[in-house]
């Protein structure tokens, strides 16, 4: 089992990678000191395809137990299940020491980790991601939310897990296409990460699609050990360092949006991270050999991602809305070279413009 920590001065916690590892859950939360009165959220999928496995664990219990499943679909990021939770917490009586399990990938993790934040103020919680995009991204850095109205994660807060426990069994079942969706975020590391990372990725790309051990379990293990470091440094995105991380995410989550949530998370990342490069190229930030070795890396993984056609004006519209461009000017997270990122970078509408077409062509 590989552990990385996550060496907060105000919420130190670690984040445990391996195979099988989800079956010692009972020994984790007692050597972690963890409350017994558990309430666990789970992706309704996840629940049908592992439900014998989750019965094991939890049996019997090591104290108060009850369980809520949610459809893990981006509309349920919602108020309506925040009630339902806090309705349920309620009903069982849960009080402060309480421990929240929420096991599945980014939307119960968002909605699961606002439930602990917000519950009594502030339950423990830990996180179980389900989905390769939760074990790479979502689940660590304590960013936890709902979506309000059309807007993505507009509400939340910043509330870091006690644990995160990455059981790379339950990657096994995911379908193809939410596999590429969590290398999208992984391919966003490669970017900013470059080095060994990059080269790792790009020779090992197959063999991470086809969840081969011990890539998957490198790849997860380092991408963590990068995000970890990077939230360290900035963990409420105060200072700017954690922006980097939004790298692609201006022109995905317009993407997002303008598509009406029918494309992946981090389907819309890959489109975005293209958009990005080409945006980067045009403001003279990226070379012209960065660009190419960037665009035919994408282009491995384009032939997966189908989407239909855009409305241009309407995601330029919703990127000077995003809640990262206060000032209604468009401003991205670019590239000065790989390994070297730049944030707040302004640019004209012909140039995102052009950019956005460039890189949705790669994928029509
Ligand atoms: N908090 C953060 O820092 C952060 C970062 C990135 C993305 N996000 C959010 O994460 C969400 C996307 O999350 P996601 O891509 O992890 O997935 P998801 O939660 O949307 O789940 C994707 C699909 O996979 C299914 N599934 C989950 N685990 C499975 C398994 N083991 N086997 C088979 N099917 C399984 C789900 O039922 C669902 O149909 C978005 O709402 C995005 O905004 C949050």
């Known amino acids: 089992m590989k552990k990385v920590n996550v060496n907060l001065n105000s919420y130190p916690y670690s984040i445990l990678i391996g195979r099988g590892i989800f079956s010692n859950l009972q020994e984790i939360i007692n050597e972690n000191k963890l409350h017994k009165n558990i309430f666990c959220l789970i992706d309704k999928s996840v629940y049908s395809i592992y439900k014998k496995d989750l019965e094991k664990v939890f049996t019997p219990p090591p104290g108060k137990f009850n369980f ?18 806090y309705t349920s917490l309620v009903v069982s009586n849960y009080g402060r020491d309480s421990l929240l399990i929420a096991i599945g990938g980014g939307i119960i993790g968002d909605v699961g980790g606002f439930a602990a934040a917000t519950y009594t103020r502030g339950i423990r919680y830990i996180q179980i991601p389900s989905t390769l995009l939760s074990a790479v991204d979502s689940s660590v850095g304590g960013k936890t939310g709902i979506n309000f109205g059309s807007t993505k994660n507009i509400v ?33 590391y490669a970017f900013l ?21 011990n890539v998957l379990t490198k790849i997860i293990t380092e991408s963590v050990e990068y995000k970890a470091a990077v939230v360290v ?6 200072s ?33 991270l ?29 032939s997966n ?60």
């Open 240 to 272: 700017g360092i954690r922006k980097i991380l939004n790298l692609g995410h201006t022109f995905a989550h317009a993407i997002e949006v303008e598509h009406g949530h029918r494309l992946k998370h981090g389907e819309t990342v890959i489109i975005g």
């Open 305 to 364: 991602i189908k989407i239909k056609k855009m409305d241009y004006k309407k995601i330029l519209e919703l990127m000077k809305r995003d809640k990262k461009s206060k000032d209604e000017v468009y401003k991205f997270v670019l590239l000065n070279g790989f390994g070297k990122v730049l944030i707040d970078v302004e640019a004209e509408n012909n140039d995102v413009l052009w950019a956005l077409k460039q890189g949705v062509k790669l994928f029509s």
């Open 68 to 85: 809520l499943t949610i459809d893990a679909k981006e509309g349920n990021k919602s108020l309506s299940t925040l009630k339902k939770i």
């Open 156 to 188: 939340g807060s910043f509330y870091q897990p006690n644990l995160v426990i990455i059981d790379i069994n339950f990657l096994s079942t995911l379908p193809k296409r939410e596999i590429i969706s969590g290398v999208g975020e992984i391919l966003k």
């Open 274 to 302: 293209a958009c990005s490069l080409y945006l980067s190229n045009k403001l003279n930030l990226l070379k012209e050999t960065e660009l190419t070795e960037g665009i035919d890396l994408i282009k491995k993984l384009s």
């Open 233 to 238: 440094k900035d963990e409420k995105e105060e």
């Open 193 to 213: 990460i470059k080095g060994d990372y990059f080269e790792y990725f790009e020779k090992n790309l197959d063999k991470l699609i086809s969840l081969d051990e």
